[in-house]
T-cell receptor
Framework: DADVTQTPRNRITKTGKRIMLECSQT?????MYWYRQDPGLGLRLIYY???????NKGEISDGYSVSRQAQAKFSLSLESAIPNQTALYFC??????????FGDGTRLSIL | DAKTTQPPSMDCAEGRAANLPCNHS???????VYWYRQIHSQGPQYIIH???NNETNEMASLIITEDRKSSTLILPHATLRDTAVYYC????????????FGTGTLLAVQP
């Protein structure tokens, strides 16, 4: 869905590096989410935000931080990357209780 | 959020109806049933959702049993492009709009 854009699409980096994944949306949605997906598993929620001033931890927030720079932008940071954070990362948006719309994902590999 | 149980995989012949079951025996009165699908590591795609009535849209139909403890997603005429992992999710009708993904059903549409 081109309305939710994630950058970069792929990233390979080394242990200990700081990494930022970015998500932007043109859907005008107030809510944004970050998920990670490990091979063969479903998505797990890392953080979510209901508006610029509202940030909430999901089920696996340790080792991650987020910033909601504007309604349309929500970034995910790994302060000091470790190999078990290698995964596929998805950003999603929604308005109110409407279905979430997902980006195409960022494939992150940490060596 | 209630947990869901889905078969890990199913096959369906192209052109036939695909019926994907989901059990959610601990669902509570204000929890919705959502279906998403994920095609080959792309971002999950919303299909349909319902509370207690059967629902139909251009993609699929959702049949929810009267006791709401199970549901079936129906793709009326499956095509090869419907091959994907299908996730049945029970979502809290309250404030958070969080989705808790299981491992889903891999539907393989055979030519």
């Amino acid at each position: 869905d081109a309305d939710v854009t994630q950058t970069p699409r792929n990233r390979i980096t080394k242990t200990g590096k700081r990494i930022m994944l970015e998500c932007s949306q043109t859907k005008g949605h107030d809510r944004m989410y970050w998920y990670r997906q490990d091979p063969g598993l479903g998505l797990r929620l890392i953080y979510y935000s209901f508006d610029v001033k509202d940030i909430n931890k999901g089920e696996i927030s340790d080792g991650y931080s987020v910033s909601r720079q504007a309604q349309a932008k929500f970034s995910l940071s790994l302060e000091s990357a470790i190999p078990n954070q290698t995964a596929l990362y998805f950003c999603a948006t929604s308005t109110g209780y409407q279905p979430q719309h997902f980006g195409d994902g960022t494939r992150l590999s940490i060596l | 959020d209630a947990k869901t149980t889905q078969p890990p995989s199913m096959d369906c012949a192209e052109g036939r109806a695909a019926n994907l079951p989901c059990n959610h025996s601990t669902i509570s009165g204000n929890e919705y049933v959502y279906w998403y699908r994920q095609i080959h590591s792309q971002g999950p795609q919303y299909i349909i959702h319902g509370l207690k009535n059967n629902e139909t849209n251009e993609m699929a139909s959702l049949i929810i049993t009267e006791d709401r403890k199970s549901s079936t997603l129906i793709l009326p005429h499956a095509t090869l492009r419907d091959t994907a992992v299908y996730y049945c999710i029970v979502r809290d009708g309250g404030a958070t709009n969080k989705l808790i993904f299981g491992t889903g059903t891999l539907l393989a549409v055979q030519p």
